[in-house]
């Protein structure tokens, strides 16, 4: 009878594990305050906490707040009752209070546990049960503790008979306040309802990444979030990197592991979970908010247990600029979430931090981040962490607000940084020089060998004015072997019949950029692919990676137009966009950082025809910094070989929020600005065209096609000109006006 008891018991507790998993032998022992000791805490002013949390989060200073910490110095001699047991040990249990709570969970210090000795937390019906912890939990004689539902917990202390007694001490009692019920009641639903669970079909392909991706509570009342991170030694080293702004002392810590729907569905109760406490501080800055950490509490092996399911992430630190991106977070201490950005990230930064050492988000395509979320670790399109999360304004119903992620390249090495200050140190203790790794399995058996991989295509993407393109590419080593020869077979619009053989020398996680040769191509659009084959090292192992492609456009005869864009200090508020002559957007710009002085310079591969550039600024006031910023206000140039085509001077910073620029680039090879001296009406027309100017000139009158083409030419003398144009099929052309002196002007006419 007693065996089937203990296994109703463990059939009963609750989802959680931190610790060995065990039964607290007090479990005999009844519940009542009046033969246990008894402490219990007030309800902190909960509506002052949360007004702080809303400020809190505005600045992004924290992690996310579920918690009041209620400061004690409670121990095994000054408060609880011991107990003796039939066996001759002895038993220390203390009944913690606090008023009102969601949750509580628990700090301890001066935490010595010899062997033999349990200790154990636990709510009143034993439903969920935290231990057996032991001397191995500790760091530092420090441990933290999960959350566990509603107002009571007990904390219980059992010694063998004569074992030695050792100590502990209650340093922290955390009220949880938010979160409501959200652990047994809410079906998790405390994140925004955009936010996608980890294991939906779209999070397919990001399984080893999830199950990398950790919640942290930090300084026992506050959520954020973090991965496991590997070292170029695969060692299974249990590193953790999230954001410094979540920093506290990490020896009480907690680590919680694979909290996810098991679909895609929400839960109506909360998943499994496991959990470690404890780690030490390995470096941490604050230019680039990263901050890595090494767990030490219940490790086997120095490693994370392999019931825990681990993978120690790879990451680059090349700087290159990532294609695309998926971050897997904890929004609002909630259960996991995966978000994806499906466009190229932008190089920015955070106010105070220096330029170019964040990566920007500028619109999710699926999920976002919010509160909690931070220290989360984005991914490049090579499953690589490329940076965390330090802060943004995206949430659900506003995912083009931004966010920005610390850059790994940045934390890396910064600048005059040693060991305390720098990624470096920590991740390539063999001093390989690594760009990059791929992540560490620990079940994954014996490491790739052989594994060449080609990346960051160059040279065949975006617009050209040649028909000469040149491609080129990163090959690199994932595997283990040093390469020193392979195959390089590509070629354009789906014909790979072109090879190049390349040769040399190249360790694991190191790249060489190969230059392809030059090629010729006609007008219009194509497509290029490069695959890596037939490797001096044998059969490749891994072909997910061989393969590159990307499109083009080649624009013959074309014209290079630049922009000059010259923002104020608040650079996220701006975006633009260039639209043909049908409303279509070919070239569009917006992401930029705030407090970044200089110019945004573009060059664009024009066809003949008519443009509008539209400039917006979201929040009203244009180029201006309303003297707020010591750098000025902005401006804009467009130009075409030194020839304005449109422009706005500072003094005219302040256009509100939207301004829209037209001007027309004519085949007969002149760049030419609209100029409102130049007045055609009506337009539209049926074919009756009157030209007027502003003043008494003498000139030449031109009917242009889009294309340059010179249709009809009028001499003229005088201030208006009547023309019949009726002859013209419908559609768009330009009115072009040439004085004696050479200045022309020209207007766009469309007829009906």
Same mark, same amino acid.
């Given at each position: 009878?007693?065996?089937?008891?203990?296994?109703?018991?463990?059939?009963?507790?609750?989802?959680?594990? =931190?610790?060995?998993?065990?039964?607290?032998?007090?479990?005999?022992?009844?519940?009542?305050?009046?033969?246990?000791?008894?402490?219990?805490?007030?309800?902190?002013?909960?509506?002052?906490?949360?007004?702080?949390?809303?400020?809190?989060?505005?600045?992004?200073?924290?992690?996310?707040?579920?918690?009041?910490?209620?400061?004690?110095?409670?121990?095994?001699?000054?408060?609880?009752?011991?107990?003796?047991?039939?066996?001759?040990?002895?038993?220390?249990?203390?009944?913690?209070?606090?008023?009102?709570?969601?949750?509580?969970?628990? $700090?301890?210090?001066?935490?010595?546990?010899?062997?033999?000795?349990?200790?154990?937390?636990?709510?009143?019906?034993?439903?969920?049960?935290?231990?057996?912890?032991?001397?191995?939990? $500790?760091?530092?004689?420090?441990?933290?503790?999960?959350?566990?539902?509603?107002?009571?917990?007990?904390?219980?202390?059992?010694?063998?008979?004569?074992?030695?007694?050792?100590?502990?001490?209650?340093?922290?009692?955390?009220?949880?306040?938010?979160?409501?019920?959200?652990?047994?009641?809410?079906?998790?639903?405390?994140?925004?309802?955009?936010?996608?669970?980890?294991?939906?079909?779209?999070?397919?392909?990001?399984?080893?990444?999830?199950?990398?991706?950790?919640?942290?509570?930090?300084?026992?009342?506050?959520?954020?979030?973090?991965?496991?991170?590997?070292?170029?030694?695969?060692?299974?080293?249990?590193?953790?990197?999230?954001?410094?702004?979540?920093?506290?002392?990490?020896?009480?810590?907690?680590?919680?592991?694979?909290?996810?729907? $098991?679909?895609?569905?929400?839960?109506?109760?909360?998943?499994?979970?496991?959990?470690?406490?404890?780690?030490?501080?390995?470096?941490?800055?604050?230019?680039?908010?990263?901050?890595?950490?090494?767990?030490?509490?219940?490790?086997?092996?120095?490693?994370?247990?392999?019931?825990?399911?681990?993978?120690?992430?790879?990451?680059?630190?090349?700087?290159?600029?990532?294609?695309?991106?998926?971050?897997?977070?904890?929004?609002?201490?909630?259960?996991?979430?995966?978000?994806?950005?499906?466009?190229?990230?932008?190089?920015?930064?955070?106010?105070?931090?220096?330029?170019?050492?964040?990566?920007?988000?500028?619109?999710?395509?699926?999920?976002?981040?919010?509160?909690?979320?931070?220290?989360?670790?984005?991914?490049? =399109?090579?499953?690589?962490?490329?940076?965390?999360?330090?802060?943004?304004?995206?949430?659900?119903?506003?995912?083009?607000?931004?966010?920005?992620?610390?850059?790994?390249?940045?934390?890396?090495?910064?600048?005059?940084?040693?060991?305390?200050?720098?990624?470096?140190?920590?991740?390539?203790?063999?001093?390989?020089?690594?760009?990059?790794?791929?992540?560490?399995?620990?079940?994954?058996?014996?490491?790739?060998?052989?594994?060449?991989?080609?990346?960051?295509? =160059?040279?065949?993407?975006?617009?050209?004015?040649?028909?000469?393109?040149?491609?080129?590419?990163?090959?690199?080593?994932?595997?283990?072997?040093?390469?020193?020869?392979?195959?390089?077979?590509?070629?354009?619009?789906?014909?790979?019949?072109?090879?190049?053989?390349?040769?040399?020398?190249?360790?694991?996680?190191?790249?060489?950029?190969?230059?392809?040769?030059?090629?010729?191509?006609?007008?219009?659009?194509?497509?290029?692919?490069?695959?890596?084959?037939?490797?001096?090292?044998?059969?490749?192992?891994?072909?997910?990676?061989?393969?590159?492609?990307?499109?083009?456009?080649?624009?013959?005869?074309?014209?290079?137009?630049?922009?000059?864009?010259?923002?104020?200090?608040?650079?996220?508020?701006?975006?633009?966009?260039?639209?043909?002559?049908?409303?279509?957007?070919?070239?569009?710009?917006?992401?930029?950082?705030?407090?970044?002085?200089?110019?945004?310079?573009?060059?664009?591969?024009?066809?003949?025809?008519?443009?509008?550039?539209?400039?917006?600024?979201?929040?009203?006031?244009?180029?201006?910094?309303?003297?707020?910023?010591?750098?000025?206000?902005?401006?804009?140039?467009?130009?075409?070989?030194?020839?304005?085509?449109?422009?706005?001077?500072?003094?005219?910073?302040?256009?509100?929020?939207?301004?829209?620029?037209?001007?027309?680039?004519?085949?007969?090879?002149?760049?030419?600005?609209?100029?409102?001296?130049?007045?055609?009406?009506?337009?539209?027309?049926?074919?009756?065209?009157?030209?007027?100017?502003?003043?008494?000139?003498?000139?030449?009158?031109?009917?242009?096609?889009?294309?340059?083409?010179?249709?009809?030419?009028?001499?003229?003398?005088?201030? =208006?000109?009547?023309?019949?144009?009726?002859?013209?099929?419908?559609?768009?052309?330009?009115?072009?006006?040439?004085?004696?002196?050479?200045?022309?002007?020209?207007?766009?006419?469309?007829?009906?």
């Amino acid at each position: 009878m007693k065996i089937v008891f203990i296994f109703l018991v463990i059939a009963s507790i609750s989802y959680s594990q =931190q610790g060995d998993g065990g039964i607290p032998k007090g479990y005999k022992i009844p519940v009542d305050i009046k033969t246990i000791g008894f402490v219990s805490f007030d309800e902190p002013n909960i509506a002052a906490l949360k007004t702080e949390d809303e400020e809190n989060e505005k600045m992004g200073s924290g992690p996310w707040r579920f918690g009041f910490n209620n400061p004690c110095g409670l121990n095994i001699s000054n408060s609880g009752t011991w107990f003796d047991l039939p066996n001759g040990a002895k038993l220390w249990r203390l009944l913690v209070h606090c008023e009102k709570a969601l949750t509580i969970n628990l $700090t301890f210090k001066n935490l010595n546990i010899p062997e033999g000795n349990e200790l154990y937390v636990y709510n009143p019906d034993q439903s969920f049960i935290l231990g057996k912890f032991s001397a191995y939990h $500790t760091y530092e004689g420090q441990l933290g503790t999960e959350l566990i539902s509603g107002e009571d917990v007990i904390v219980e202390y059992y010694i063998p008979f004569n074992n030695e007694i050792g100590s502990l001490e209650l340093e922290t009692v955390t009220h949880g306040y938010r979160t409501a019920n959200e652990f047994q009641e809410k079906a998790f639903g405390s994140s925004g309802g955009c936010n996608i669970n980890v294991n939906c079909p779209l999070g397919a392909q990001w399984v080893n990444e999830r199950n990398s991706a950790v919640m942290l509570v930090s300084g026992s009342n506050g959520f954020c979030s973090g991965a496991l991170v590997n070292n170029v030694l695969n060692n299974g080293k249990p590193y953790v990197l999230t954001a410094d702004h979540c920093y506290s002392n990490p020896a009480s810590w907690i680590f919680r592991f694979n909290w996810q729907a $098991t679909n895609c569905t929400n839960p109506a109760a909360s998943p499994s979970f496991v959990s470690l406490s404890g780690a030490v501080l390995r470096a941490r800055g604050a230019a680039s908010d990263f901050c890595l950490v090494e767990i030490t509490g219940g490790l086997i092996g120095n490693t994370i247990p392999a019931a825990y399911i681990p993978y120690f992430a790879g990451w680059d630190n090349s700087n290159v600029t990532p294609a695309s991106a998926v971050c897997i977070h904890h929004p609002d201490g909630d259960i996991k979430k995966i978000s994806f950005e499906n466009d190229p990230l932008i190089s920015t930064s955070w106010p105070g931090c220096p330029a170019n050492s964040h990566w920007g988000i500028t619109n999710w395509d699926d999920g976002v981040t919010e509160p909690g979320s931070s220290g989360s670790p984005i991914f490049d =399109q090579n499953h690589r962490i490329v940076g965390q999360l330090h802060g943004g304004a995206s949430a659900c119903g506003a995912p083009a607000l931004s966010d920005e992620y610390g850059k790994f390249s940045y934390s890396w090495n910064p600048a005059g940084s040693d060991s305390t200050n720098q990624l470096k140190y920590w991740l390539d203790p063999s001093v390989s020089g690594a760009l990059f790794i791929d992540g560490f399995d620990p079940s994954g058996g014996v490491p790739i060998q052989v594994d060449p991989g080609v990346s960051n295509l =160059q040279g065949v993407s975006g617009t050209y004015c040649s028909a000469e393109v040149t491609p080129s590419f990163s090959l690199v080593n994932n595997g283990a072997v040093t390469l020193t020869a392979a195959t390089i077979t590509y070629g354009f619009d789906g014909v790979n019949n072109l090879i190049y053989n390349w040769s040399g020398t190249l360790p694991q996680w190191q790249s060489v950029v190969v230059n392809l040769p030059a090629a010729t191509l006609t007008n219009g659009a194509h497509t290029f692919s490069a695959t890596v084959t037939n490797t001096n090292a044998g059969v490749d192992e891994n072909n997910l990676n061989n393969t590159v492609n990307s499109s083009f456009l080649l624009v013959l005869n074309g014209v290079n137009v630049v922009m000059d864009l010259t923002l104020d200090c608040f650079g996220s508020e701006t975006s633009w966009e260039l639209q043909n002559t049908s409303g279509t957007a070919i070239y569009a710009g917006n992401g930029y950082a705030d407090d970044e002085p200089g110019i945004v310079s573009e060059t664009w591969c024009l066809n003949y025809g008519c443009y509008s550039y539209v400039l917006i600024d979201s929040y009203g006031d244009g180029l201006s910094n309303n003297g707020l910023c010591v750098t000025g206000d902005g401006n804009l140039l467009i130009s075409q070989a030194g020839d304005t085509l449109s422009s706005i001077s500072t003094a005219a910073a302040d256009f509100g929020d939207q301004v829209t620029l037209d001007f027309c680039l004519s085949g007969a090879g002149l760049n030419e600005l609209e100029n409102n001296n130049l007045v055609v009406f009506p337009n539209p027309s049926n074919g009756v065209v009157m030209i007027s100017l502003e003043h008494q000139t003498t000139g030449v009158i031109q009917v242009l096609t889009l294309t340059g083409q010179l249709i009809e030419e009028y001499d003229f003398n005088g201030q =208006q000109f009547k023309m019949n144009l009726t002859v013209l099929s419908a559609g768009s052309y330009f009115i072009r006006f040439i004085e004696q002196s050479g200045k022309s002007s020209i207007k766009k006419l469309v007829l009906n």
